[in-house]
């Protein structure tokens, strides 16, 4: 193994293979109750059960509009595969707006890392925190990261959200829409909301052919790639997987991808 200076340097070295499918941590849930976690609707955590490499970043995840925690299950499920304690968040209420669902995420990072299950708390690094979502879920981890700047990321899947001037966001941000996407019309969201973040801000945009607003609920290869490379470039610092952000990626499943790479 190649030797490192990068402490939170997980896993062997990625491949096009790994990044896009189940990662090489075996991994244990448990789920958490509305009474436990009152603040965000409880949920279901994922956490690797190694316990011989150290502690490790942690990312909360908040479900759409009418949606519960199963629905954005799976991305948590895959990063933790990667190596991250996550919890897919259920709301408060199906109708619990953007800047709500901001509020839970922070919530939900307090639970994971001073009131979860000892097992949990042992694995979860309190200084390398990141938020992600679907739809009103998306805007959520866009409000979250605005409000607390020492997150370490956000990543965002057809965002939904009125606000689309996020100048003030200093948390590296990825944004990921679909061209089908009749919900939230990647004109209309995504890509204000990708021109609205502050250029020095590290940021990107990936739109899917072909993908509309359910696409985001269940997994995808591309999608896979996208958040696995995103989180792990900016919560891990792994610089590793760059090359899968920069130049980024194309062909038949891309509409377009844009960014502000390099990361350095």
Sequence with gaps: M???????????APTAASVSGVGPFSISYIDVSTE????????????PRDTGQGTFGVVAISPGG????ASVGWLARRLATHGFVTMAISNVATDDNAPERGSQLQAALEY???Q???????RADTSRLAVAGHSLGGG????AARSTPSLKAAFAMAPWSVVSNWSGVEVPTMLVGGSKDKTAPVGNFAIPMYQGLSNSTHKAYAELSGADHLTFTGPTPLVS??????VK???????????????????DGVAQYRSNCPYN
């Design 225 to 230: 790639t996208l958040a696995v490379s995103w």
């Design 233 to 251: 470039r900016f919560v891990d610092g792994d610089t590793r997987y760059t090359r899968f952000l920069c130049p980024g990626p194309s062909g």
């Design 66 to 69: 009418g949606s519960v925690q």
């Design 112 to 114: 994971l890392t001073t």
């Design 140 to 143: 959520g981890a866009l409000f």
């Design 2 to 12: 190649a030797v490192t200076s990068n402490p939170y340097q997980r896993g062997p």
């Design 116 to 122: 979860a299950p000892a097992e949990v708390r042992r």
């Design 36 to 47: 436990d976690g009152p603040r965000f609707g409880g949920g279901r955590i994922f956490h």
